[in-house]
């Protein structure tokens, strides 16, 4: 750490009442219980954490030392005066000594709290006795909306439950005000409605949300209601009071949830003024012959009328009675104002469920100022779909939601309810821990196949230690990340902030669903399922070097060219290794527990049992011995001969298509020229066809054993033909003499077979862990830290995906046409990446495509659900892995028979990314595109697969009832002309497939970095453009209905809360970026002058 030695020397001269304390004391560094030298009279001066140690109280200072990472030895005995400072770096420890006890103990106290660790605990302190004086405020004015009977009464609360639908808020309301007074008569309104909770439980009046602000107008009507989700404590003696202003600085018009209390009149200093306001219990509203309350606002006196509020009961699936042409007509008048944070910090919404709580702040810290949506995709309500049927299994992976409630009118003046609800995902820490324990599990068993490749020469033994050394140094690492999460106890999701800590490196940035429910008055009632997730990438890790796909081809190409230290085996072979281990791994257990089942139906002389027995055991011996149908067992199995003892590298290797390659080698990735000594067969005299007869005696075992069944099941039929004739005693001694008889002619040809199997087993083992011995070999420690960063992008991408997938199956349980399109196809996955191409974006765009693209090897299965435990079950490996679905048996009955009885379920994951920020700009003036460029046309084609292979398979009329407007080919031509075309930030191109992949049942995602900001905007407008288009929105509502759901929600913290303290600021104006990012995008020209001024701003600071 690097001081100014001169500033020093001047702070420490500063007037004594300057420091937070001076004295003498008696110094001296100290090892161990040993002095170095005797104390030394010293002048200290404490400033901050800095202790200036002085000869005299005027001489400068000798020495400082910095109060961090240290701690406070104090001796408690009556008569030690002396304290000692350990520091963590492992330095000698300072030794202080004081004139006295009490001069010693203010010392001790004073150096305690020096340190930033010690003022952070003071800040801690003060802020909770902050939030005590803040809440024994607000209780004491809660309690003047309450009668004082009611007030006593609440000790023992005994509250009216408000009867709902299992998984539907509590209640839900839309407000709309008349006849508003404004102070002058001229003046126009700009009001808006605060909405604040009285929880006669805890007698606190809590902020819980507010509408939009209606400009222009004294009879405002506001789109945005207020919804109480399904576990929020809200009773029907819980009162509501509704606030009105009028907002004069436009800048501070959004209003947050609060756990503060309410302020009957905000200070002038916020840009807004209290107009009145009125309460009204839940119970009131609910009993209301009409379902609807009038009431009368008035100032904070109580005295002067100055309006009044309508208060709407809002049931979703009935309709608003009453002239909704007039309402619609009056409320096109209106001026409408909402604000959109567009530079956002980690904090963005906090859950309306929790604003009574501050121990949720933290867990909602990263919600976005607006609903973080992804995925778009449309499905009808059926009328049989019962919410309590799926409640149990969606409860198990969705939990806190918040719930947001809208009304925009039609194209025929009527009025379509919008619901909005978001929720966390378990599957943000499930999915990962499952990912990590099978990654685990795999290490242990690769570890324990290298230790068992037997004895091995001295150049390939010490390059084993080293592999398994690297090796049980990863293992030891996903070992501690995975004890790490298991401790994570709170919010079940990842904030944005905290995408660069390493022990939650392996955790979706920002998972989260929503889902929107349409009501139109002259449509079927419609869900949108909406999911958003930062883009899966290596935070930690960084990006220096760039992302997975540049750093895997690079590595790739130097592996080629380890000369003679390795033999080389491509990515193909390598993963065909893996494979036959995991073959071998799943099949060599079913193959022995079925020839056991053979002999206990041999024993039992068992004839139909003996038939299946054998059925399954033939089955599993034929994938068995098919699975070694493959050149590169044999020539794996030669290059692991010459590896043994005796056998030494004739030269360094040469290139692997090399005329001096034996033939028998020319299907084999083997670059060296190997020299045997003569106790070692030469090349020549290895017997290559022995393994072919090892092979092969597997087949014949197993003929053997069919044919001695065939054999003794011809016996017993031909024995039955005379049981008849014999008395049933003897026929009894009979069949207990032929099912021994069975027993001992089956089991040595059983033994056999086991014997035959485990030689294959071993050998084929052994070579196989051979091939992975040289690809670890080859790139260490690089093919393990690259395997680390594809094993934490994939997990974030998996998350994800097996979240998108279990909302999809659940919403069209009742679509037959889609569950024929699932098994028969597969499932479409469309994400949309907004990521520039320029600096680190550039390294997250490449780590993104290949996670994205690894999903390829993720097979899904819906099975039976046999307990209350509904979360997915993940099995496989690195190179094939399985999701295990799990449903209730009414849910899993919907089901089609190929999917009941176990079809794996293919993903199509395709990527289309067009990166819309500044930084793209820079990229596309001043760097390169081609990144992008080469992904949307890999992923085109993709799709293209996809749609040719649903064309092929799929009757026309299975497609989605909304895709009469352009046919599919059309679509795709348009999106790959717009590929080509290779214009600047062309989103038409994000528009296309995302319209092509709602036609094609496909769930879809959208990804920024973080999941808040460019994904908002981006989704915002295509859940507007929905319901234009789908559902009637009228035209000039649309940018209302834009800037409504753009707003800054609900329970929205700004970047001056504190959401782990619960220190909550007033809102500062959150758009002051806006509008120089704004002029940069009009104009290059004003880009270039940015940069230049920018530069000479920094230039200028630090000179």
Not at 4 to 27: M, V
Not at 134 to 152: G, N
Not at 327 to 338: E, V
Request: charged share 25%.
């Amino acid at each position: 750490m690097r001081f100014n030695a001169k500033d020093l020397a001047l702070l420490a001269k500063r007037p004594s009442g300057c420091f937070d304390k001076e004295g003498k004391l008696k110094i001296c560094r100290v090892v161990g219980d040993e002095k170095l030298i005797e104390p030394r009279e010293r002048w200290c001066r404490l400033k901050g954490n800095l202790l200036f140690l002085m000869k005299n109280k005027s001489s400068e200072a000798s020495e400082v030392v910095i109060l961090e990472r240290c701690w406070v030895v104090e001796f408690r005995s009556k008569t030690d005066v002396s304290i000692i400072l350990k520091f963590q770096s492992g330095e000698p420890d300072l030794y202080l000594e004081a004139a006295s006890k009490p001069d010693c103990e203010a010392w001790a106290v004073a150096l305690g709290e020096a340190n930033s660790e010690g003022l952070r605990n003071k800040i801690q302190q003060l802020q909770r006795l902050i939030m005590e004086i803040k809440e024994e405020r607000a209780a004491d004015e809660a309690r003047q909306f309450l009668p004082s009977s009611q007030v006593d009464s609440l000790r023992e609360p005994q509250f009216t439950s408000i009867q709902r639908i299992a998984n539907e808020p509590k209640l839900e309301f839309s407000l709309a005000c008349k006849g508003l007074v404004a102070a002058t008569r001229d003046r126009k309104l700009n009001t808006f409605i605060q909405v604040s909770v009285v929880h006669p439980a805890e007698h606190i009046l809590t902020r819980y949300s507010s509408t939009e602000i209606v400009e222009g107008t004294r009879d405002p009507l506001f789109l945005t209601g207020v919804t109480f989700p399904p576990e929020y404590p809200i009773y029907e003696e819980t009162k509501i009071k509704l606030t009105v202003y009028d907002v004069k600085d436009k800048s501070q018009g959004t209003v947050r949830t609060s756990v503060l209390p309410d302020h009957k009149e905000p200070r002038a200093d916020v840009g807004r003024s209290f107009l009145g306001y009125t309460t009204f219990t839940v119970g009131d509203l609910v009993k209301s012959k009409e379902q609807q309350l009038t009431l009368t606002l008035r100032t904070s006196d109580g005295g002067k009328t100055v309006g009044t509020i309508e208060v709407n009961l809002v049931k979703m699936g009935e309709f608003e009675d009453g002239e909704m042409g007039h309402i619609t007509t009056d409320a096109q008048d209106q001026k409408f104002l909402c604000f959109l944070p567009l530079k956002s910090c980690s904090c963005g919404f906090l859950s309306a469920t929790c604003a009574h709580n501050t121990e949720n702040l933290e867990r909602m810290t990263d919600r976005r100022a607006k609903e973080e949506c992804a995925l778009v995709h449309e499905c009808t309500a059926p009328e049989g779909l019962s919410g309590k049927d799926n409640l149990p299994s969606l409860n198990a992976v969705l939990k806190n939601p918040i719930c947001k409630l809208y009304r925009f009118p039609t194209s025929d003046n009527k009025w379509m309810r919008i619901r909005e609800q978001m929720a966390e995902t378990t599957l943000s820490f499930h999915v990962p821990k499952e990912l990590i324990n099978l990654h685990i599990k795999e290490d242990m068993r690769r570890n324990q196949e290298l230790k068992d490749l037997g004895e091995l020469a001295p150049h390939w033994d010490n390059m084993r230690k080293s592999v398994i050394a690297h090796c049980d140094q990863m293992l030891s690492m996903y070992q501690d990340t995975l004890a790490e999460l298991g401790k994570h106890t709170g919010s079940s999701f990842k904030s944005s902030c905290s995408k660069g800590e390493k022990t939650l490196e392996f955790i979706p940035i920002n998972l989260h669903l929503q889902r929107m429910h349409v009501h139109s008055p002259r449509l079927k009632d419609a869900l949108y399922d909406v999911i958003t997730v930062g883009a899966p990438a290596a935070h930690f890790q960084g990006f220096k070097n760039g992302g997975l796909r540049k750093l895997l081809s690079k590595f790739e190409a130097e592996r080629r060219n380890t000369g003679y230290q390795c033999i080389y085996y491509s990515p193909e072979n390598t993963a065909k290794a893996k494979e036959v281990l995991s073959n071998i791994n799943h099949l060599q257990p079913l193959i022995s527990s079925h020839a056991d089942l053979l002999l206990n139906s041999a024993s039992q002389h068992s004839p139909d049992s003996l038939k299946n027995s054998l059925k399954m055991l033939s089955e599993k011996t034929e994938l068995f011995v098919h699975a070694f149908k493959d050149q590169l067992v044999r020539s794996a199995l030669l290059a692991l001969y010459t590896a043994r003892p005796g056998c030494v590298l004739k030269k360094p290797a040469v290139p692997r298509n090399s005329a001096e390659e034996g033939d028998d080698l020319k299907h084999q990735d083997h670059p060296s020229q190997i020299k045997r000594q003569d106790s070692i067969p030469h090349h020549s005299e290895y017997d290559e066809e022995e393994w072919d007869r090892v092979w092969a005696n597997v087949g014949k075992s197993l003929n053997c054993v069919i044919a001695m069944v065939d054999r003794l099941l011809e016996k017993d039929n031909s024995s039955k033909i005379k049981e008849g004739e014999s008395d049933p005693s003897a026929a009894d001694c009979k069949v207990l003499h032929a099912g021994g008889d069975w027993y001992e002619q089956l089991y040595p040809l059983v033994i056999t077979l086991k014997d035959c199997m485990g030689e294959v087993v071993t050998r084929a083992k052994q070579s196989m862990a051979f091939v992975l011995l040289q690809e670890l070999a080859c790139g260490l420690p690089q093919c393990l830290m690259l395997t680390l960063r594809r094993d934490i992008v994939f997990s974030q991408a998996l998350a994800g995906l097996v979240c998108g997938f279990i909302i999809k199956l659940h919403t069209s349980l009742h679509d037959q046409g889609f569950l024929q399109q699932l098994h028969t196809v597969g499932l479409l996955v469309q994400y949309e990446g907004l990521l520039s191409t320029y600096s680190e974006e550039a390294g997250m765009l490449e780590d993104m495509a290949v996670g994205i693209s690894d999903l390829q090897k993720v097979m899904f299965k819906v099975i039976e659900a046999k307990s209350e435990d509904f979360l997915p079950i993940i099995t496989g490996r690195r190179e094939h892995y399985v999701i295990e679905v799990q449903l209730p048996a009414k849910m899993f009955e919907l089901l089609p028979q190929e999917i009941k009885e176990g079809k794996l379920l293919r993903m199509y994951p395709v990527l289309f990314n067009v990166g819309i920020n500044e930084q793209q700009t820079l990229a596309e003036r001043f760097g390169d595109t081609t990144l992008q460029e080469n992904i949307n046309q890999e992923n085109l084609e993709l799709l293209k697969e996809y749609y040719n292979l649903f064309t092929e398979k799929m009757p026309p009329d299975c497609l989605p009832h909304f895709q009469e407007q352009n046919d599919l080919k059309g679509l795709l031509e348009n999106l790959h002309q717009n590929i080509q075309a290779k214009r600047r930030k062309n989103v038409e191109i994000m528009w296309l497939a995302a319209t092509i992949c709602r036609k094609l049942n496909g769930v879809r995602f959208t990804c920024c970095k973080s999941a808040k900001d460019r994904t908002s905007m981006s989704v915002t407008l295509e859940q507007c453009s929905i319901l234009r288009d789908e559902h009637q929105l009228h035209k000039d509502f649309f940018i209302r209905a834009l800037d409504c759901m753009r707003r800054q929600t609900q329970g929205a913290l700004n970047e001056s809360d504190d959401p782990e303290t619960g220190c909550l600021t007033d809102n500062k104006p959150t758009s002051r970026h806006f509008y120089p990012v704004a002029l940069l995008l009009v104009s290059s020209h004003l880009l270039v002058v940015w940069l230049i001024l920018s530069l000479a701003l920094l230039l200028a600071k630090y000179q």
